[in-house]
């Protein structure tokens, strides 16, 4: 298996740009998750999907952030428009497991984001 | 809420042993892991706790202690390929591991 597949890798706007993450999941997980990774706040869940439905997403850090899960296969995160401290990697997650045991998410190698 | 604390930073020695500490508050826990992340890398799971006690993968062992909400990941015969961040990162059934904000583990010669 390919694994979870994020795009872009890397990635420079300027403030006020919109920003489109890209992520592909494992193919027959259930669960799909962001994350965002910074040095102050560590690993922060932003949302997570069940079957393509978002079930939380009291992470997301305001209106400019938004998330979409058309099919099983592909997911979005957006930020629009962005601001420097949006700037940190996002990581996408996927997980098979509806108990969420840590041993089966498994995690994208991020889109590293620099707004400046 | 959930919340869990572990030490920023670690320097351990090239082939010596190293405990890495981790303290939880989690609401309906349901048990503890562990992940590694290599710099510019994605984390990588290493290992569940559910119960209490020591569960042993190779040079890498995870304890955990419900009573004390306590739990530390040991590496033993350290390896400069060892050095990366460690995240524990609790589990409370019904939502998403909440990890810890990592520690930097640097192994020196």
């Known amino acids: 298996d390919a694994g979870v597949i994020q795009s872009p890798r890397h990635e420079v706007t300027e403030m006020g740009q919109e920003v489109t993450l890209r992520c592909k999941p494992i193919?027959?997980?259930?669960?799909l998750f962001w994350y965002r990774q910074t040095m102050m706040r560590g690993l922060e869940l932003l949302i997570y999907?069940?079957?393509?439905?978002?079930?939380?997403d009291s992470g997301m850090p305001e209106d400019r952030f938004s998330a979409k899960m058309p099919n099983a296969s592909f997911s979005t995160l957006k930020i629009q428009p962005s601001e420097p401290r949006d700037s940190a990697v996002y990581f996408c997650?996927?997980?098979?497991?509806?108990?969420?045991?840590?041993?089966?998410?498994?995690f994208g190698e991020g889109s590293w984001l620099t707004v400046v | 809420g959930q919340s869990l604390e572990q030490p920023s930073e670690v320097t351990a020695v090239e082939g010596a042993i190293v405990q890495i500490n981790c303290t939880y508050q989690?609401?309906?826990?349901?048990?503890l892991s562990w992940y590694q992340q290599h710099d510019g890398g994605a984390p990588t799971f290493l290992s569940y706790?559910?119960?209490?006690g020591l569960e042993e993968t190779g040079r890498f062992s995870s304890f955990l202690s419900r009573s004390d909400s306590y739990g530390y990941l040991l590496l033993q015969e350290l390896q400069m390929k060892d050095s990366a961040s460690y995240f524990c990162?609790?589990?409370?059934?019904?939502?998403?591991?909440?990890f810890g904000k990592g520690t930097r583990l640097s192994v020196i010669a």
């Open positions: 989690t609401s309906g826990f349901y048990g």
């Open positions: 706790n559910a119960l209490d």
């Open positions: 990162a609790s589990y409370s059934g019904n939502t998403p591991l909440v």
């Open positions: 193919s027959g997980h259930d669960y």
């Open positions: 999907f069940n079957n393509n439905v978002p079930i939380d």
């Open positions: 997650a996927s997980s098979s497991d509806r108990g969420f045991s840590g041993n089966t998410i498994y």
